[in-house]
């Protein structure tokens, strides 16, 4: 492998690390300004191109932390390179190629045919149907952690208004609500929909101030919760919850639910598709089975 033009086993205290500082310290107007791209490196017949690092990688870096980034990007270059032009001698590219080809065969035709799908189909779900699929398969949604759907809200412990948000927020009314509502720029964190559901994990994670906490205590729909950090007031009210392997409600699985009544339907409609698509050829005279003479 060479490196603008010598071997690349040169020390890199050589003029290679010269040329490259130079590169760098030059910027991307020397590269704007030259019409052809520059090669930093090749393996066999392949180049590797200058303008073809992301500039991510040597940018907002010291000159000497540049060369080193380039360096690195080079030797993964080279090492995947070369990994790929040794297995392209020793593997069978022929049946490579053959299951490539299948593969994309395979993605137009199901990409195609789901899309024909839609016109055989009725993608309107209805609330009504999605419930009776729950009801018929709920055992089967099971949750595997703990999950929390809860209000919260974080505010400054020291904002004037610290004491109305605490009013509002455990009110319930819609006013006190809408109240809430027009003063988010002053919360550092909120969820005041009521609708999402969290993984006790993630609702963790999103309030630190619990992380210490035993999920016990913290899972008991109704439960009301203010606490405080050396910094943030927290206001939570815990909506529902659901344990370890009981039942999910219908707003968790109902995307899921969807997809699966969808996926019953474009069963059941294929063979219609199947048999559309080839009686159209044989109308159009595409498609022709020849008898067999005795």
């Known amino acids: 492998m060479k490196l603008f033009g010598v071997n690349y086993a040169v020390n890199i205290k050589s003029k290679i690390r010269l040329a490259v500082i130079g590169l760098i310290l030059a910027g991307c107007q020397y590269f704007q300004r030259d019409v052809d791209k520059t090669p930093v490196a090749k393996i066999y017949d392949t180049y590797l191109y200058f303008e073809d690092i992301d500039t991510a990688v040597y940018q907002q870096k010291s000159p000497e932390d540049s060369l080193n980034a380039i360096h690195q990007y080079i030797e993964e270059w080279a090492y995947r390179t070369l990994l790929l032009k ?11 190629n053959r299951l490539v080809e299948q593969y994309r065969r395979d993605l137009l035709t199901d990409t195609y045919k789901d899309r024909l799908l839609q016109k055989y189909i009725d993608t309107v779900v209805t609330q009504d149907t999605l419930q009776w699929y729950y009801e018929r398969y709920k055992d089967y949604f099971l949750s595997k ?9 974080v505010v400054a412990k020291n904002h004037p208004k610290v004491n109305k ?3 509002w927020f455990f009110s319930g009314k819609p006013a006190y609500f809408d109240s809430l509502i027009k003063n988010t720029n002053n919360f550092s964190k909120y969820n005041l929909s009521a609708g999402k559901w969290y993984l006790m994990k993630d609702f963790k994670k999103e309030l630190p101030v619990f992380e210490n906490m035993n999920d016990k ?3 008991k729909k109704g439960k009301k919760f203010v606490l405080t950090d ?10 529902d919850v659901v344990l370890k392997n009981q039942t999910l409600p219908l707003s968790i699985v109902k995307d899921d639910l969807k997809q699966l009544i969808l996926s019953k339907r474009k069963q059941a409609a294929l063979p219609e598709l199947e048999n ?10 595409i498609f022709k089975i020849y008898k067999k003479k005795h």
Do not use: G, M, W
Request: hydrophobic fraction near 45%.
């Open 276 to 285: 559309s698509i080839k009686q159209e050829a044989i109308s159009k005279k």
């Open 145 to 153: 952690e703990p999950e929390i759907k809860p209000e919260f809200l």
């Open 230 to 239: 050396s910094l943030s007031l927290y206001l939570v009210f815990v909506n």
């Open 165 to 167: 948000f605490k009013k």
């Open 217 to 219: 205590f913290i899972l």
């Open 86 to 96: 040794q297995a392209e001698r020793n593997v069978d590219t022929v049946k490579i």
